[in-house]
């Protein structure tokens, strides 16, 4: 097992450019990952939900994940290799670990809805074949089944799961798994921007974030003083993301943030079928935060070190 990942801070999940014709746009997608780099994220997700790995071949995912190790120097890289297949997952993290992912997130198998010792087998048949660090993911609104503490609390013990990305919106059962696997070298993670500041209180380490992607530097350094135990700073830093945190929500993920994405001339808003562009409804708002935050960035940057922050 590789054991020099430090799975604390922020790690963007990050979307997957595509040109006209919905290939893959990997000039962009470096261009991308180079620019979160530079802004001091902890490490890069690529082909997760927000990547729209559900669209993607096999060949695809590969490919991604080789662009994204690339383009970066300094940071680890965390493969998205799950699915509803243990066999077709396997087969997923043993190329993305091939292709030298530093590490993978593993979506709990979708659709079938397999009990918690099913869940159990899975993920532990994919710890014991691949020799890098791993992360189980919990999203139910997704997947139709939780991960539950005490299965989080049994797969932590496994050498290669190194962590658990919380995306349930349970803080009940997010702050037990924190407590129950203290003495486990085993990360919580925040799966859902809104609940990042709470999810630190109760011993999540950090976050594998959507609105990274728009607010890289404002994200970090929000994760950084709860981290820190200044959590006034906290409190105002995710105050100020607030409205960002709602607006990448208002439509499914990643259909808000590829547009956020494209107003700040990121990379392409195009979705692949059957995800569709943001409703017209939404996009007056959401441009709105978006300038907001950059006035914001804009009066701190004149302000200066004298200023008020």
Excluded: W
Aim: charged content about 25%; some cysteine; overall charge negative.
């Amino acid at each position: 097992m590789t054991d020099d990942i430090d799975f604390t801070g922020v790690f963007p999940a990050m979307c997957t450019p595509f040109d006209e014709d919905e290939r893959i746009d990997f000039e962009t997608l470096r261009t991308d990952a180079q620019r979160l780099e530079r802004a001091g994220v902890d490490g890069l997700v690529p082909v997760g939900s927000t990547g729209e790995s559900a669209t993607l071949t096999h060949e695809e995912h590969v490919q991604v994940v080789e662009a994204v190790i690339d383009a970066v120097s300094d940071v680890p890289v965390i493969a998205g290799s799950g699915s509803n297949n243990t066999r077709e997952a396997l087969e997923l993290s043993e190329r993305a670990a091939d292709a030298g992912a530093d590490g993978l997130l593993l979506i709990s198998p979708y659709y079938n809805k397999p009990e918690q010792r099913g869940l159990v087998e899975h993920y532990r048949t994919i710890a014991d074949a691949v020799d890098v660090p791993q992360i189980v993911y919990n999203v139910p609104s997704r997947t139709g089944r939780s991960i539950e503490p005490d299965t989080a609390v049994s797969l932590a013990s496994h050498e290669n799961i190194a962590g658990y990305k919380a995306a349930s919106g349970d803080l009940g059962l997010i702050g037990e798994i924190a407590e129950r696997t203290t003495d486990e070298d085993f990360a919580v993670l925040s799966g859902d921007d809104a609940l990042t500041l709470p999810m630190l209180s109760v011993g999540a380490t950090g976050a594998i974030s959507v609105a990274a992607n728009i607010e890289p530097e404002r994200t970090c350094a929000m994760v950084g003083a709860a981290l820190d135990g200044d959590y006034a700073r906290a409190r105002e830093l995710h105050h100020e993301l607030g409205p960002l945190f709602r607006e990448l929500f208002v439509e499914t993920n990643p259909i808000p943030v590829k547009e956020a994405m494209q107003i700040r001339g990121y990379g392409p808003a195009r979705m692949r079928p059957p995800l569709s562009r943001l409703a017209e409804e939404y996009r007056d708002d959401l441009e709105a935060v978006l300038a907001d935050l950059e006035d914001d960035s804009a009066a701190v940057a004149n302000a200066g070190p004298e200023g008020d922050r």
